[in-house]
Each structure stands twice: as structure tokens, then as C-alpha cells.
């Protein structure tokens, strides 16, 4: 096959195959319901947790500040009492043990000390104010002096300046990252909770959903739902749910029943009139006009019958050539179609032998019957397939007068006949909206329309077969 008829073959096919399930409205992209609910509950209780958490500091810093500030205005107080009122030996003593067993260091306070003042957070700069308030507007405050850090507090023993180093955590039991800790664990109970709760909302749902599915692709046995759920909402909603299964299941069986039976009580007396027909009339012209006759009401009712079979089909490799080649066998013999194959070596496509072999037979046989040269009388039928990396096109033409482009979409659906001299057909009008019925059963795509050179062009696509 040549690049343009490649291009042309491509071109001339959907862009995406189209199947039962583009009869239920257009695709929107977006977050599924669990998803939508799991980020509403999250958003709500993580919004709630900061609230709480920015209420509670709100409430508890002051108090806390003011009972730090207290305790620290205590320390400082009873340090220069008892510098103040030690001898020499005592206060070495003293200095020695308030370092060694609370953390306190005594320091003079030089002009040339290197302060960085407190400003690391609320709670800190609050204790410092309420410092200043009960030790005296020239107390300092700061957070490292000559690049250490620790709580230093300025004070003053009898006109000499000191410093009382000591350690803001022994006041501070519920610092930054104790709050970090408790909000994250908090944060993650919380997503957790949000995942748990979506899913148990969801969960009817997308139980809901996957026995709908079944009952599209027709496994009524698999889509029967929970009819004993605490829930009385959903338990209503399965319990009916079941029952249109179960009414479902029925008229399928009772469908199946039917064409068995119109397939014996139509053909049984057919087949004795053809029969009869033979035996009994003389002229031989009419014999075979009315054998004709009685082989067209067979093959409508055959199309009936195929046109009504379930939509479930099983998939499995099939060889193209093989079936190609099985196809074009029948039609070796008449002298009125000329068929040439042109298919990639190895193709393989995922389908149903039986089905696939059907669809090429009918198009075949309508291209034969309708896509005749005027000037010759002879159908020219050209077969091509092409593979791609997840699909096969195979386009099945002929060179005929092709189709008024108005009834190019009408030619797949049920009944449906043309003006043209093409659609003049005299079966149940039912031969092209089989094979689009059969490829989508399959996964695949069917477009008809008429060649840029004339005739019209049958195009499928199918899924390859990448093992086989």
C-alpha cells in the first residue's frame, strides 16, 4: 500500500472507535467522588484543628507568659538576696550550686557584651514585657550575649551589673515543635479519618456502578448488590436495582427463547416449501424464481437472527490473512467481482473468528451487489490492512457509484434504505448495521464513506493482537 492510500485509509477513520458506551453522554474529566468528599471532610477538619489549635494559644499564651515572667522575676529577686547577704566563701559556694544543680549562672555584665535582644516569638517578647514591668524599665532581656545562647536577664547588685543566664525550655514545656508534633499528628488522624469515612460513603457507589457495567456487557450473574446493608437509603436503592437485573435477565432469556423458536417454526416450513417447490413446478423459470424467493425470506430471517445476537463476545488472536483468505475463497468462482488483498505480513487483531469472517462477508457481498462498474459490470473489491501499535486498519472498497453523502450516515442503522440505485436492495436492510453492531461488540470502529477515486470505502479498526 502506498503513503497515500495510507494517509487516505487513516483520514478516513474515526478518531477514536466508536462503542455502546458513547451512548451515555459526553466524558468529563475531573475527581471522582471519593476524592471530592475525602478533600471536603480533610478540609473541614483540618480547619477546624487550626482554629481550635489558634484558640487555645490565643487563650493559654498570656497566663503562661505572665506565670513564666513571675517564676523568672522570683529567681532573679532571691539571686541578688542571697549575693547580697553571702560572705565572700558563701557566695562562691552559692554561685557554684545554683550553676551545677539549677542551671543558673551569675555573670557580670559588661559594656562591651555583644546582646541579641528577644524576639523569637510571642510568648518570649510577652515574658519579657511583663520582666520589665516587675524587675524595672532598665531590665534586659535577651536571647544570646557573646554568641551564647539561653535566656540572659540584665539586672543590677548594689550599683554592679549582671547577668542570670539561665535555660527557656525549663519554662517553656510546650514550645514550637511540641505544637509542630501534636498538629501534625493531629493532621494525619485527620486524613486518615477523611480517607475512612469518603470510603465508606463511596462504597455503595462504585458497587453501584461496577453491577451497572455488568448488566451493559450483559453478566447479570455478576451484578446482584447487598440487600441486607444497615443503610435503609441504599439498601432500597439495591433491592430495586436487583430486581431490574433480575427483569433484565428475563427478557434476555426470553429474547433468546424467541429466535430459537422463529428460527425452527420459519425455517422448518421454508425448507418443506422449497422443497415442494422443486417436486411439483414444471417451469423451470418459475421454479427458480420462487427458489430464489424462498432463499431471500432465509437469509432475511438469518440477518434477524444475527442483527438480535447478545452483545457479549469473547476476544482472542486471530490471523487476518487466514480469515481474509477464507472470506474471498466463495467468491473465487463468479465472474462478476474481481477482489484484490493487499494486507500486511503477520496481522493479528483481538476479535471473534466467527464474527470477524461475518463482517468481511458482508461487505464483501454488499460490494459485489452494489459496487459494480457501469461500464464493465464488475464489481473491483480492494481489501487493505495496516498495523499500528495498539490497532489494525482495514479498509474493504469497491469502485462503484458509491453514496449520496446525505445517506452515508443513515447506511448502519436498522432498515434503513436509500434512494440511490446502490441502496435498492431487496433484503431487511440490516447487512451494514450488522457489522457496525459486530465491531463495536468487539472493541472496534466502523466508518463508511466514498472514495476521493470513487466507490465506497468500508474502513474498521480493530485492536491488535500483540501475542499470538
Not at 487555645?56 to 532573679?76: G, K
Request: hydrophobic residues 45%.
Amino acid at each position: 500500500m502506498t503513503n497515500t492510500h495510507v494517509t487516505e485509509f487513516e483520514d478516513s477513520l474515526p478518531a477514536r472507535p466508536p462503542t455502546d458506551q458513547d451512548d451515555d453522554g459526553p466524558t468529563v474529566s475531573g475527581l471522582s467522588l471519593f476524592w471530592r468528599t475525602f478533600f471536603l471532610i480533610a478540609f473541614l477538619l483540618l480547619g477546624s484543628i487550626l482554629a481550635w489549635l489558634q484558640t487555645l494559644r490565643s487563650l493559654e499564651l498570656e497566663p503562661r507568659a505572665v506565670q513564666t515572667a513571675q517564676q523568672l522575676a522570683s529567681l532573679v529577686n532571691l539571686s541578688r538576696a542571697a549575693v547580697i547577704h553571702a560572705d565572700a566563701i558563701g557566695r562562691l559556694s552559692l554561685l557554684k550550686t545554683m550553676a551545677d544543680e539549677e542551671s543558673v549562672r551569675i555573670l557580670p555584665r559588661e559594656p562591651t557584651d555583644k546582646v541579641v535582644s528577644v524576639d523569637s516569638d510571642a510568648l518570649t517578647r510577652d515574658m519579657a514585657t511583663e520582666l520589665r514591668k516587675r524587675l524595672g524599665p532598665n531590665t534586659m532581656v535577651a536571647n544570646q550575649v557573646n554568641d551564647q545562647s539561653g535566656l540572659w536577664i540584665g539586672f543590677e547588685i548594689d550599683g554592679d551589673d549582671y547577668w542570670l543566664l539561665t535555660d527557656l525550655e525549663r519554662y517553656n514545656v510546650a514550645a514550637g515543635k511540641t505544637w509542630v508534633v501534636w498538629l501534625a499528628v493531629a493532621a494525619v488522624l485527620s486524613l486518615v479519618g477523611a480517607a475512612l469515612i469518603a470510603g465508606l460513603i463511596n462504597r455503595p457507589l462504585k458497587d453501584l456502578s461496577f453491577a451497572a457495567s455488568r448488566v451493559r456487557e450483559g453478566d447479570f450473574s455478576a451484578s446482584r448488590l447487598d440487600e441486607t446493608v444497615n443503610t435503609s437509603e441504599i439498601r432500597e436503592v439495591n433491592i430495586g436495582f436487583n430486581r431490574m437485573a433480575q427483569r433484565l435477565a428475563k427478557l434476555d432469556q426470553d429474547r433468546a427463547v424467541m429466535l430459537a423458536g422463529i428460527s425452527h417454526d420459519l425455517r422448518t416450513p421454508l425448507a418443506r416449501l422449497r422443497l415442494e417447490t422443486e417436486m411439483s413446478v414444471s417451469d423451470l423459470d418459475a421454479r427458480e424464481h420462487m427458489a430464489a424467493d424462498i432463499a431471500q425470506l432465509d437469509a432475511i430471517i438469518g440477518k434477524f437472527l444475527e442483527y438480535a445476537r447478545p452483545d457479549k463476545v469473547p476476544l482472542a488472536p486471530v490471523v487476518l490473512s487466514d480469515i481474509v483468505e477464507a472470506c474471498t475463497f466463495a467468491f473465487k468462482d463468479k465472474t462478476d467481482v474481481l477482489i484484490r488483498v493487499n494486507l500486511e505480513e503477520g496481522l493479528a487483531v483481538l476479535a471473534d473468528e466467527v464474527e470477524l469472517g461475518r463482517i468481511i462477508s458482508n461487505l464483501l457481498e454488499n460490494s459485489r451487489k452494489y459496487g459494480k462498474s457501469v461500464e464493465t459490470g464488475i464489481a473491483r473489491i480492494d481489501i487493505n490492512a495496516v498495523g499500528r501499535e495498539k490497532s489494525v486498519l482495514i479498509k474493504i472498497r469497491d469502485y462503484g457509484i458509491g453514496v449520496a453523502p446525505d445517506q452515508l450516515a443513515n447506511l448502519t442503522k436498522p432498515f434503513y434504505r436509500g434512494e440511490a440505485a446502490r441502496t435498492a436492495a431487496n433484503g431487511a436492510g440490516l447487512g451494514l448495521a450488522i457489522v457496525d453492531k459486530t465491531v463495536a461488540r468487539m472493541g472496534g470502529g466502523f466508518m463508511l464513506n466514498n472514495s476521493k477515486s470513487g466507490g465506497l470505502s468500508a474502513n474498521i479498526k480493530l485492536q491488535r493482537a500483540t501475542k499470538f
